[in-house]
Nanobody, 116 residues
């Protein structure tokens, strides 16, 4: 089992920045990739960014150039640096981890609100 705890959400004005953090615990040795998803009211959950253990990253087209995903030094933490935020980025942001043995884990989510 893997437990994920997000932090760093909040209220920010349009054009501002936030850094989200996700701390993983438990069977972290089994994690292949970690990522961030978001879900706005009335919309489906969508990928924001993902990073694999080898460091390969991919980003949603809507976020390219404005976000960076990275591992912390201990590799049990993943960060999402978000810049030039827009009101349409308002959503609950969820951390996700995929394990080599088929596990798919989610954090509880952190609210990001961007005011215009």
């Amino acid at each position: 089992q893997v437990q994920l705890v997000e932090s760093g959400g909040g209220l920010v004005q349009a054009g501002g920045s936030l850094r989200l953090s996700c701390a993983a615990s438990g069977s972290i040795f089994s994690i292949n990739a970690m990522g961030w998803y978001r879900q706005a009211p009335g919309k489906q959950r969508e990928l924001v960014a993902r990073i694999t253990n080898s460091g390969r990253t991919n980003y949603a087209d809507s976020m390219k150039g404005r976000v960076t995903i990275s591992f912390g030094n201990a590799r049990n933490t993943v960060y999402l640096q978000m810049n030039s935020l827009k009101p349409e980025d308002t959503a609950i942001y969820y951390c996700n981890a995929l394990s080599a043995i088929g596990g798919n884990y989610w954090g509880q989510g952190t609210q990001v609100t961007v005011s215009s």
